[in-house]
């Protein structure tokens, strides 16, 4: 039976709602805490990676406890609606930090909380994706399925990206009458946000949960942490799209940590807020429309293999214009940048779908090699090397703010802070160069490494449907 229009609008929800949690977290996180909080960058970069280590032992946990649970309304829906209530709560607590806790202690609590943020979004991020080989066939309903969702992602990403210091200062102004007080502001307007987005979240996951279902269970064998790393490793074109989505999301996360520092100490200026705000809506608007215009239009001529080398090498050139620009040509309007904007933020969207697309299909690949059906296993993986990628991104992020001494310490008006010459030149580097090296890499492994083109995976497909009609006919 096919899914239907509501159960296809309640997974996007829950996409559209999750990801408005991670991309507040993500990209902003490091700059709450650094430039309006005061925590030296270099100890923000030590913690957001260290949180991700942790991760490390956490998410094959969560992929085995998932694997595990039996309940009335199945193995992934407990855990999703659980994990966002709770995950929800932290979030607030991230964005909320008592005015009385400075110093040590506000590294600590930044350490603590944003390691439970982590668990916490861990514990209803595996189960949604997991949920999407358990509900769909291998083919066009899946990649279909994975396309929405990831779009409807990009969604929240996007839109917590293009309002975010729109609605901060305006949100701040509400408990902060004072405007010379500027850096309280911003720290209030972003408690109240992380409170709109937290409603929001668990609105949309409500939804999800009542009105998506396993449309069949696969019966999972019970295995051991090392048993789950050696399942990964003997399927390597799980481990392959793995690595990838660790080069390709370090890329982005690299620039979308720095642009909100490029716009504020080296494009400068008075107006620096409005112009981010313009750029971020182009970007998140090409992300958006990559994902439900773009993919779709290429998809009718290209396979996905080639659409995925077309997006890495449309965000690499993407790169290197933006380093063209900075370096040789005028930055006197932010409407130049539009042009690098559009081709990496394009891509950006367009490699999210992919990406999730190619995993789902190295389940199918995996129960065929080594007869176990890995999903969570798999998708948990997912989730910790996205994560794992924010936090490589994040300490390249801090070291370079470190290294540069990028901050307003003063808390003084914008336009009267300038960056020495050596800064300018570092941050530009750090955030261009670096990341178009990372997306080449991405590229030269997926030439190299990854087989599952669409007839694999029709094939794939196939065989599975017959085994279970095989299974089917003799249990009867």
Known sequence: MRLGFKEKVSYGLGAVGKDMVYALTATYILYYFQDLLGVKAYVMGIILLAARVFD???????????????????????????????????????????????????????????IMWGVTYTMMD??????????????????????????CAGVGSALIQMLTMVLVPILGK???????????????????????????????????????????????????????????IQNDQAMTVVIAIVLVNTAFYVTSNLILYFFKYDFGGTNWNGNYTLFITFGGAMQILSMMIMFPILRRFFDSLKIFRIALIAAIAGYVILL??????????????????????????????????????TVDYGEIKNGRRDESVIFSMQTFVVKLASGVAALVAAVCLSVFNISNDSGSDISTVSLKASSVVGLRLTM???????????LLLFIRKYSLDEKTVLENAKTLRKKRDEKNTLQE
């Open 56 to 114: 490390a032992f956490n998410d094959p946990i969560m992929g085995a406890l998932v694997a595990k649970t039996k309940s009335k309304w199945g193995k992934f829906r407990p855990w999703m609606f659980v994990g966002t209530i709770l995950n929800s709560v932290f979030l607030v607590l991230l964005f909320a930090v008592p005015k009385g806790i400075t110093g040590s202690s506000l590294a600590a609590y930044a350490c603590i909380i944003y």
């Open 432 to 442: 261009s160069v670096i990341p178009a090296i990372v997306l080449c890499l991405a």
């Open 126 to 151: 595996i189960p949604y994706w997991s949920m999407v080989p358990a509900f769909t066939d291998g083919g066009k309903e899946r990649e279909n399925v994975s396309a929405m969702a990831r779009s």
């Open 324 to 361: 063209l620009i900075a370096f040789v040509f005028s930055m006197n309007s932010v409407y130049v940048l539009f042009i690098p904007a559009f081709l990496i933020f394009s891509a950006n969207g367009i490699l999210t779908v992919l990406t999730t697309i190619f995993l789902a299909n």
């Open 174 to 232: 509400i408990l902060v009458k004072d405007d010379e007080k500027k850096q309280l502001i911003e720290r209030s307007g972003f408690m109240l946000l992380s409170i709109i987005v937290a409603i929001l979240f668990i609105v949309f996951i409500t939804i999800t949960c009542k009105n998506i279902k396993e449309k069949s269970t696969v019966e999972m064998k019970t295995v051991s942490i090392k048993d789950m790393f050696k399942a990964l």
